[in-house]
């Protein structure tokens, strides 16, 4: 097959019904035994093509504008299969397959041809077309369907060159009967109760003030392996559903534990649960949460829900739905992974959550990015402030990180830096030590809500932190000044003021002294400036 044959599939028109005139599976599979039977001195390939996150593509822009994509995609691929005399063939969803040469080339024309379809011009959103190939001659004991079905694997399993095209490699069939395994012995985990939760605290990175922990699934007890990392399990959970077993068991878990530390007097952190969307799909999530607090006579504010940023972009009125109902039954709701999906600043327009979690990503800078990712940073911190929205950084690691985010206003922390995940009984420990007898829940610290209203300590400090939002929002400048070095930097500052390169001094005593020297300082305050600022 000659190039020419490729590039004529991207100018044919789009034909009306074109997704009921594609073979379907049956006939597909039919025809293409019969078309390799035929051309068996050839090298060809079998490709299934997907179009990733395709579900979200239907909640951005309809299922009428969804049919119209998986329509537009026949129709090309039917004046390929015109062009070339190779089958195609549709297997429901946004599953396609067909035959072509085994050309890298001619492959990557088919991607190029197709992806036109996918991403038109007009999308505020870019999604993405990925063709899995399985050569037929590495095969030749394999039938038309064991051939579909190595491409379907290799579709599903990207080998991350950024082509879009990944070819099936034995290693992918051996990976999925591990995956079979692991899937056989989490069933049998959840009979057993062989999983747990640790707790990893968010504290306030000023004050080292705990202002709530969040639940760790943790699956510790396998009987060979021992520890099994949840960056293993928790996909394969999602993906199978058997999610929602080992949810509702960590939920009720919490709740346990909550009730023990209410009933020995031990000083009360809210938790938060990691709530999926199978979760919200096959159960009454806020039902369940609320069944639990009134079996254990907890507070609703003390359980609290966290959900992804992704999840709320693919399946935004289930999820809403969800956050309302909630709501309505006392409880808080906070995003996890903000920044992470495809639609931060809409999610924050259209979803009632109650705090935000800044994804670690975020943090996750280096020297070529640095200035880049701060003004980021900043401006997501600010826009939060404005919305009135609690924000939280999680994956905190480094010193200079924890500057950053003080420096942008950003006072909550998530991360090794303070806090590992550990056990409920490091935890309670961590909760039992003297200088910490004074805890607030994230709404009191950060929504200026508590369930202890005889702590007159606490609005005292809530009080202080009003007063300095308000100072922060109108103060001429804000400055981060090293203590044991003088260094110095400007963090936000009125143009306004007089002067100029002063947004760029690194040196606290020159910095003041430009000051004095300018009369941004009255004369008659000179002297009483100088003592009060000088760092020996």
Request: net charge negative; aromatic share 8%; glycine share 4%.
């Amino acid at each position: 097959m000659s190039d020419k044959t490729i590039q004529n599939t991207t100018v044919g028109t789009v034909q009306p019904g074109a997704l009921t005139a594609i073979a379907r599976k049956e006939d597909f599979l039919q025809h293409l035994q019969d078309f390799l039977d035929t051309h068996k001195t050839e090298k060809w390939c079998v490709a299934a093509i997907d179009v990733e996150h395709f579900r979200l593509y239907n909640e951005l822009y309809g299922t009428e504008q969804g049919n119209t994509l998986l329509n537009t995609l026949a129709s090309h691929l039917l004046d390929y299969q015109k062009t070339s005399g190779c089958p195609v063939g549709y297997w429901g969803n946004d599953d396609f397959f067909l035959c072509l040469p085994d050309d890298r080339v001619q492959q990557q024309d088919i991607v190029i041809t197709l992806q036109t379809c996918v991403s038109p011009n007009h999308q505020d959103v870019t999604f993405f077309l990925a063709l899995g190939l399985c050569p037929v001659s590495e095969h030749p004991e394999a039938d038309a369907a064991a051939l579909c079905n190595y491409a379907q694997i290799a579709v599903m399993n990207p080998d991350h060159s950024g082509s879009g095209i990944h070819r099936f490699a034995p290693a992918m069939l051996s990976r999925m009967k591990e995956q079979q395994q692991l899937l056989t012995d989490l069933e049998r985990a959840l009979k057993n109760h062989e999983f747990c939760f640790f707790l990893q605290p968010k504290c306030n990175s000023m004050t080292r003030a705990i202002v709530g922990m969040e639940a760790l699934v943790r699956w510790n007890h396998h009987p060979t392996r021992g520890c099994v990392p949840p960056a293993e399990f928790m996909p394969l959970l999602e993906s199978t559903g058997l999610v929602t077993q080992l949810d509702q068991y960590i939920w009720e878990s919490v709740c346990q534990t909550l009730q023990k530390w209410q009933e020995s007097g031990s000083n009360l952190v809210p938790v938060s649960v990691n709530v999926s969307v199978v979760d919200i799909i096959n159960l009454d999530v806020p039902q369940i949460f609320s069944d639990l607090v009134e079996k254990y006579k907890l507070e609703p504010k003390l359980l609290l829900a966290e959900i992804t940023e992704t999840m709320l972009a693919e399946n935004s009125t289930l999820v809403e739905n969800t956050i309302q109902g909630l709501h309505r039954k006392g409880f808080s709701v906070m995003m996890d992974d903000f920044g992470s999906g495809y639609s931060s600043l809409n999610m924050l327009k259209d979803t009632n959550v109650d705090a935000i979690k800044l994804d670690m990503k975020l943090i996750d800078m280096n020297q070529k990015n640095h200035d880049k990712g701060v003004q980021i940073v900043e401006s997501v911190v600010d826009m939060a402030h404005r919305l009135n929205l609690p924000i939280i950084a999680e994956g905190v690691e480094t010193p200079e990180q924890v500057s950053m985010l003080q420096a942008a206003d950003c006072l909550y922390t998530q991360g090794y830096y303070f806090f590992k995940p550990m056990p409920v009984e490091n935890a309670e420990e961590l909760l039992a030590q003297p200088n910490s007898e004074n805890y607030w829940d994230m709404r009191r610290d950060l929504m200026r809500c508590d369930h202890r209203p005889a702590d007159t300590s606490s609005e005292q400090t809530a009080l202080a932190l009003q007063a300095y939002q308000i100072f922060a929002d109108n103060a001429l400048e804000l400055s981060l000044l090293n203590l044991s070095t003088g260094a110095y930097r400007v963090i936000k500052r009125d143009p306004r003021l007089s002067g100029t390169g002063l947004e760029k001094e690194e040196d606290f005593t020159n910095y003041c002294d430009r000051l004095v020297e300018d009369k941004i300082i009255h004369p008659d305050d000179a002297d009483l400036f100088e003592d009060q600022t000088d760092l020996d």
